[in-house]
C-alpha cells in the first residue's frame, strides 16, 4: 500500500479508473469535475500516489480534495463510485477507498 501524504488535506482515497477518452495524461493537481450526488457536480484536485500522472486509460490509487465539501454533506462511502467529468463527457470513475473528511460520510449505508 502506498504511503498517503496528508498534507494535501485530502477529503477521500479513491482508485481512479480512467476509460480512455483524455487524449493526455492526468497529472497531479488535474481538476475536473465529480458528479458526487445525483444532482450535485464539484470540482476536486487529483493527486496520484505512485506516479505523477496517469494515462487516458489508465488506473491508480491516489486522493481528491474537493471545493466546497460542507456544500453536499453525507454524500459518500466506502465503495460507492463516482464519475470524473470534463463538462458532461465521463473521462472516467474515482471508487472510494477511505473517507478523511467525516462531513461527507453517509453513515446510513
Not at 24 to 35: D, E, K, T, V
Not at 68 to 81: D, F, H, Q, R, S
Amino acid at each position: 500500500m502506498a504511503i498517503v501524504d496528508m498534507s494535501n488535506n485530502s477529503d477521500v482515497e479513491v482508485e481512479f479508473d480512467f476509460v480512455g477518452v483524455r487524449k493526455r495524461p492526468a497529472s497531479n493537481g488535474y481538476r475536473p469535475a465529480h458528479m458526487l450526488k445525483d444532482d450535485y457536480l464539484t470540482t476536486g484536485m487529483h493527486y496520484y500516489y505512485d506516479t505523477g500522472e496517469i494515462a487516458g486509460n489508465g488506473k491508480a490509487i491516489g486522493s481528491i480534495k474537493f471545493v466546497t465539501p460542507e456544500a453536499y454533506p453525507n454524500c459518500l462511502w466506502v465503495g460507492k463510485k463516482i464519475s470524473i467529468q470534463e463538462g458532461i463527457k465521463i473521462i472516467g470513475y474515482a471508487t472510494i477507498i477511505k473517507i478523511f473528511n467525516p462531513i461527507l460520510v453517509d453513515d446510513t449505508r
